[in-house]
């Protein structure tokens, strides 16, 4: 998914809300754009996530990748080798998101009624906290996050169970999950659906054949899939400019759910990838 051809959209760091670091890239089209958020995985700000904000400049959107890890005072370096978790607050993560959507909202180039938000693995879970805490978002997208294991209990640093996140999100949401995920289970992407449904909310979900964790990576090999990679940005481009276009009717409740899994699946066999 990296953009290999130059195309003079480069990434440029940015700091917003009294110091938060962010990766941003601007399209060359002129004039008001939509703008996209970013959320980076659990290594923070990568070569996979400033490729992702260039591509989504490429699509003509405003990308902003900010630093959910900024108030961490340890060792970056092993974070970024994946050899230490950051844990996120839910608190803290909506105030850093508040403070993106506004350093959009106040960006010339951005059209402050058409921004949406993206958030991969560890950050999947803040794409459905900032829409179910805010009513101007247009759209969002969890990407093989939020809803593995754990995740569905509430602790300490996250409260609010999923479930009360998808009751209370006020934007479409598109969800896209693979097969041969280690982390996130078929089981856990049905029982997502059943959270929308139950709740009377447009989603559209689609679960990829034999891709796991990962697998819009192509930072890892290992993990990457490139028809999934591909397929997956072009259903997330499309969603997200419905949404930026009006398309999805408020005063409608519009379901897709797409899924391809062997008959013979069992999750206590998914491995993770490199």
Not at 12 to 19: E, P
Not at 21 to 45: D, F
Not at 151 to 158: D, K, V
Request: glycine share 10%; proline share 4%; net charge positive.
């Amino acid at each position: 998914m990296a953009a290999k051809k130059s195309t003079g959209i480069k990434p440029t760091m940015v700091k917003f809300g009294g110091g938060i670091g962010a990766v941003r890239a601007l399209p060359k089209a002129k004039g008001e754009r939509p703008a996209v958020i970013i959320l980076h995985e659990r290594y923070g700000i990568d070569q996979h996530t400033k490729d992702l904000t260039v591509k989504l400049a490429q699509a003509g959107f405003v990308g902003l990748a900010p630093d959910l890890f900024h108030r961490f005072t340890g060792d970056r370096k092993a974070v970024l080798r994946g050899e230490q978790r950051v844990d996120l607050t839910d608190d803290g993560a909506l105030a850093d998101l508040n403070a993106a959507v506004e350093y959009l909202k106040r960006l010339p180039s951005v059209n402050a009624s058409r921004i949406g938000i993206i958030g991969v693995c560890q950050s999947g879970r803040q794409s459905l906290l900032l829409p179910a805490n805010r009513t101007d978002i247009a759209g969002a997208v969890v990407l093989y996050g939020a809803i593995g294991g754990r995740e569905w209990q509430s602790n300490e640093l996250r409260p609010t169970p999923v479930e009360e996140l998808v009751a209370k999100v006020t934007c479409p949401v598109l969800g896209a999950f693979g097969e041969a995920d280690h982390i996130i289970s078929v089981d856990d992407v049905v029982r997502f659906r059943n959270c929308f449904e139950k709740a009377k909310k447009s989603y559209h979900i689609r679960l990829y054949r034999d891709a796991p964790h990962g697998w819009l990576n192509d930072t890892m090999p290992g993990r990457y899939r490139k028809e999934a990679a591909n397929d997956a940005w072009k259903l997330m481009m499309a969603f997200l400019k419905k949404c930026f276009a009006g398309g999805w009717d408020k005063d409608r409740i519009v379901c897709t759910f797409e899924s391809d899994y062997s008959i013979k699946y069992d999750f206590s066999k998914n491995v993770r990838m490199e």
